[in-house]
């Protein structure tokens, strides 16, 4: 059983083959349309598709004008990417710990850490489930920060009825295969700024600027274009985003009933405030159970597994540059090591959750056995 299946159907191949008919496979009206579409769902007023959400990531930085003395508040339980375009910059990251139970940034260690150098908060919305936004906003807004939210995975996750990447002066998504709609790689912008948004699209590409029949560069930007190939294959997912998060949601709800009762497992929390959309199905297990050992024994009667991600402090770059030790940060340390993501994915069947929650007590029992 894989971690999980991406969902394409004939959908994809007709809209990519209408740009294949065109013969213009660059960013181009196909990728237009997908901008429009995502920006229409969350309630954004602008929207700019990227290369991956990394790039989509490090261009709402620089876009804000972080660089060098700057220090971005970052949740420390991330994929690496969020805390390394930070570095690309030249700024500091700052790693702010989390709340266990949701997996997303503890809105009193954010308070404690903020100096008179912090410029940006980046709270990351953890494998479908929303960061406590209210407080992380107050926040911001008595200390004059930015707010970049990192909704890699959580397009279409709600926050008391707002939409995730669209509450704060940024958002940012991405489109891999283990989220919840793919492109295979891609990411996309948010904001409502229009000063900010000009900015965005003048250094997605190369910094340059429509003068009549071509361009005057104006900044040394990137070139961080979404192609027309993958933009129309977002645009078929984006037809049906609802569906897949009911989907998921339905396949979570199920597993929760099948694992209820097996010991030392954290279920994924369901937050009073929204939404979980379950990108990912992400549980915690007690310190009696060793969690690396779990994956290779499920692994050894055919169920993929994985880490939940990782600690950002913990990792050897952060901790040579910026001085952090291993278990500084105590919740998201403890969330590295024992953090274990389950398969989930649309095309899973009866059967296939029987097999999980059966192989996973299984496990667990092996090793409480011993």
């Not at 997303?104 to 929303?130: N, Q, W, Y």
């Not at 406590?132 to 906003?137: A, G, K, Q, V």
């Not at 071509?214 to 609802?242: C, F, H, T």
């Amino acid at each position: 059983m894989r971690l999980n299946i991406p969902y394409t159907d004939h959908r994809e191949l007709e809209e990519i083959a209408k740009v294949l008919q065109t013969g213009y496979f660059t960013q181009g009206p196909k990728v237009v349309e997908f901008e429009k579409m995502l920006a229409a769902y969350v309630g954004s007023r602008y929207a700019f598709a990227t290369s991956s959400c990394t790039t989509a990531l490090h261009l709402a930085l620089a876009a804000w004008g972080v660089g060098p003395g700057d220090e971005v508040l970052v949740a420390d339980f991330t994929f690496p990417a969020t805390a390394n375009v930070v570095v690309q910059l030249g700024a500091v990251p700052v790693m702010v710990d989390i709340c266990l139970d949701t997996f997303t940034m503890d809105p009193a260690d954010l308070e404690r850490r903020i100096t008179p150098r912090s410029k940006v908060i980046l709270p990351v919305h953890a494998f479908g489930c929303s960061a406590d936004m209210d407080p992380i906003l107050e926040i911001a807004k008595r200390h004059n920060l930015a707010v970049l939210e990192d909704a890699a995975c959580a397009i279409g996750t709600t926050y008391k009825g707002r939409f995730c990447g669209a509450m704060g002066t940024m958002g940012a998504y991405s489109f891999h295969p283990r989220k919840v709609i793919t492109t295979g790689e891609g990411g996309m912008i948010t904001t409502d700024d229009a000063d900010l948004a000009e900015r965005i699209q003048l250094l997605r590409s190369h910094g340059g600027k429509r003068t009549g029949y071509w361009y005057e560069y104006e900044e040394a930007g990137y070139n961080y274009r979404l192609s027309d190939i993958l933009g129309a294959m977002g645009v078929a997912q984006m037809e049906k985003l609802d569906w897949l998060i009911e989907r998921k949601r339905a396949l979570a709800g199920e597993l929760r009933q099948r694992m209820a009762h097996i010991p030392g497992v954290q279920l994924p929390a369901e937050p009073a405030w929204g939404g979980h959309i379950y990108q990912s199905f992400v549980t915690l297990l007690d310190d009696s159970l060793d969690r690396d050992r779990m994956v290779a024994d499920l692994r050894a009667i055919d169920i993929e597994s994985t880490l939940g991600t990782y600690a950002m402090h913990d990792q050897p770059i952060f901790q040579r540059l910026f001085g952090y030790r291993g278990g500084d940060l105590p919740n998201s340390h403890r969330a590295y090591r024992q953090s274990l993501t389950l398969p989930l994915y649309p095309q899973m069947e009866e059967r296939d959750l029987d097999q999980l929650a059966a192989g996973l007590a299984q496990v667990v029992a092996a090793q409480r056995s011993k």
